[in-house]
């Protein structure tokens, strides 16, 4: 089975400071991504990776960047909190580069920014 | 530019009664289709996806789901609801042969399965 985890399953800063959130998965997967989640929005994307130190913007990348290092890692990162940034985070993997992939994803991070 | 809508926020079925969630979508092209079910403070679960062939296709927990091209819809089916399938439901689409493209999600439909 996929395993996709988030460093944390709830998290609370203040604003200003400066916010790592990790997700690793163990199945070798190329790609990876991290979306928000608000009621009434849905999911929404930030940022995604096909591959090691690649990175593409997603739907709402401002005030957020992302690292991968390595395969199994995508962190998302966010540089001064800010109250609108309180939110469910979710991480996905799927294998490569196929259109029919599923994305499997993480038990998420709820944000909370004081 | 793809999207995906789920017409109703919220869906109340009582335990035992068939229930259905509605799921439309827009693409340039055919369509891969996906369901993901999200239990309370959990990440989202795969249901089941359309790729081609048969229109209705079967997934986990005993839901199904029914491709319609001139409808343009894929709507999530149960023959008969359990409390336990109380949950947020996300409908998800990508363009075929468009590579690995991010999955674009319907807003989410909540169903209250009551007892």
């Known amino acids: 089975d996929v395993k996709v985890t988030q460093s944390s399953r709830y998290l609370v800063k203040r604003t200003g400071e400066k916010v790592f959130l990790e997700c690793v998965q163990d199945?070798?997967?190329?790609?990876m991504f991290w979306y928000r989640q608000d009621p009434g929005l849905g999911l929404r994307l930030i940022y995604f990776?096909?591959?090691?130190?690649?990175?593409e913007k997603g739907d709402i990348p401002e005030g957020y960047s992302v690292s991968r290092e390595k395969k199994e890692r995508f962190s998302l990162i966010l540089e001064s909190a800010s109250t609108n940034q309180t939110s469910m985070y979710l991480c996905a993997s799927s294998l490569e580069g196929s259109s029919t992939d599923t994305q499997y994803f993480g038990p998420g991070t709820r944000l909370t920014v004081l | 530019a793809q999207s995906v809508a789920q017409p109703e926020d919220q869906v109340n079925v009582a335990e035992g009664n068939p229930l259905t969630v509605k799921c439309t979508y827009s693409?340039?092209?055919?369509?891969?289709l996906f369901w993901y079910v999200q239990y309370p403070n959990r990440g989202l679960q795969f249901l089941l996806k359309?790729?081609?062939?048969?229109?209705l296709v079967k997934g986990s927990y005993g839901f199904e789901a029914e491709f319609n091209k001139s409808q343009t819809s894929f709507h999530l089916k149960k023959p008969s609801a359990l409390v336990s399938d109380s949950a947020l439901y996300f409908c998800a689409v990508r363009v075929m042969f468009s590579g690995n493209t991010p999955l674009v999600f319907g807003k989410g439909t909540r169903l209250s399965v009551i007892a």
């Open positions: 990776s096909y591959d090691v130190k690649m990175k």
């Open positions: 199945m070798d997967h190329e790609n």
């Open positions: 693409v340039s092209g055919n369509p891969y």
């Open positions: 359309y790729i081609t062939g048969d229109n």
